[in-house]
């Protein structure tokens, strides 16, 4: 089976940087997502690491190293509307979909 | 403008009875799939649907059934409802996988809350 961890609850100010980690035990994937899920709403993509190394998309970086069992997603500048839940999910060749518990951010003013 | 819609966004029945959930796509996506959430924010794939191809969670009763009608949908029917049935359901769908598109995004619909009481 797959196995995904992630810290539950994370909380941070507005302006800064934080990094959210995944952790995963698979015997093989073709990439990792990253999605946001704001309360009461359907996750929307973030980003998708195939190859190891770090893919940048504005304020939103993911890194991923396979050899290492891990990814993490950082968020630079901090808004208040970056509040949210962060899942992290291994892409099983586009057949199967397996969802990390999730990291509920709050922003602080 | 909705890509990925769902119908009814709320639910509550009463345990044992069967309901549907209605969802449809006008993104033009090959692929469909169902998930759960349950009050534990863990979201669980339940089906993916894949040109009459269907891919089934061992996990899930077989009380729930996918219908697809056509590309564009994919219902969920649930049979004998159950208090543990309780949870969010999304449907979402991406594009297969092309030579231009190494991974294929899912974009979800709102969600339907189910309440089984």
């Known amino acids: 089976g797959q196995n995904i961890d992630q810290p539950t609850e994370m909380t941070a100010t507005e302006g800064a940087i934080v990094q959210i980690n995944c952790t995963y035990q698979?015997?093989?994937?073709?990439?990792l997502f990253w999605y946001q899920q704001h309360a009461g709403e359907a996750p929307t993509f973030l980003s998708y690491?195939?190859?190891?190394g770090l893919e940048e998309k504005g304020r939103f970086s993911s890194f991923l190293s396979r050899s290492k069992g891990y990814s993490y997603l950082l968020l630079k500048e901090l808004q208040m509307k970056d509040s949210a839940s962060y899942l992290c999910?291994?892409?099983?060749?586009?057949?199967?979909?397996?969802f990390g518990p999730g990291t509920r951010l709050s922003v602080l003013p | 403008d909705t890509a990925v819609s769902q119908t009814p966004k709320y639910l509550v029945t009463q345990m044992g009875n069967d309901k549907s959930i209605k969802c449809e796509q006008n993104?033009?996506?090959?692929?469909m799939y169902w998930y759960k959430q349950d009050s534990k924010k863990f979201l669980k794939i339940m089906f993916s649907?894949?040109?009459?191809?269907?891919?089934i969670n061992e996990t899930v009763p077989n009380r729930f059934s996918p219908k697809s009608p056509d590309k564009a949908h994919l219902n969920l029917h649930i049979n004998s409802l159950e208090l543990g049935d309780s949870a969010v359901y999304f449907c979402?769908?991406?594009?297969?996988?092309?030579?231009?598109?190494?991974?294929?995004?899912?974009?979800f619909g709102p969600g339907t809350r189910l309440t089984v009481l």
């Open positions: 979402a769908s991406s594009q297969d996988l092309f030579w231009d598109r190494p991974y294929n995004e899912q974009f």
């Open positions: 698979t015997s093989g994937f073709n990439g």
């Open positions: 690491n195939v190859l190891d």
């Open positions: 999910a291994l892409d099983n060749y586009g057949q199967n979909f397996v």
């Open positions: 993104l033009g996506h090959d692929t």
């Open positions: 649907y894949n040109n009459k191809e269907l891919i």
